[in-house]
């Protein structure tokens, strides 16, 4: 970004230069990085195209980073404190927001009941079943692209290094 467009910015800043807008975005990905927008154009004049990476390549890091995403991880039927995004998303100082009680809730009780994880295995699916016992214990919400890695969720009383889908065993690993 210095490079190319003559500016350092400094973690969780916004810089505009002439008609891009340049974000570092650590929480992106969970590693140092940059959100460059605005005029295509000269976007592409000032980066080499070797340096960007393609939506296929993004969603694997997120994955592998155990990074949570809206409409995946984030939504409806499961709380935001067990995709652990406390530290950086949620504020609990902060008054009046849009369920901000449920999060309380869950959070002045001292542990969510389910946690985000990492499984590894072979052919994975969005929707598949995490397996203890005979009894669903998990789901997974997101895989990569080679369906070797995915995010999920999982009771906490069922964490253990390995579990089972409906097509075999898979590894497990915390996120948090």
């Known amino acids: 970004i210095k490079d190319a ?16 807008l340049i974000a570092n975005n650590p929480i992106r990905l969970k590693v140092e990085g940059y959100d460059v927008m605005g005029d295509e154009k000269a976007i592409a004049e000032k980066l080499p195209p070797e340096l960007e990476i393609s939506e296929v390549e993004f969603e694997g890091i997120r994955i592998e980073n155990c990074v949570p995403k ?20 949620i504020d609990m100082n902060k008054g009046c927001y849009v369920g901000q009680e449920a999060i309380a809730r869950v959070y002045f009780r001292g542990r969510t009941p389910r946690t985000l994880v990492k499984v590894e295995g072979e052919n994975l699916e ?7 016992e005979d009894k669903q214990v998990g789901v997974i919400t997101s895989v ?9 969720y999982l009771l906490r009383n069922a964490l253990s290094d390995y579990i089972k889908t409906e097509k075999g065993e898979v590894r497990v690993k915390e996120c948090g």
């Open 144 to 152: 990569n692209s080679k369906r070797d890695t995915a995010l999920g």
């Open 70 to 89: 809206i409409g995946k991880e984030l939504k409806e039927g499961f709380s935001p404190l067990e995709a652990g995004v406390l530290d950086y998303a």
């Open 5 to 20: 467009f003559g500016v350092e910015v400094k973690e969780g800043e916004v810089t505009q230069v002439q008609n891009v």
């Open 126 to 132: 969005e929707g598949d079943k995490l397996i203890k």
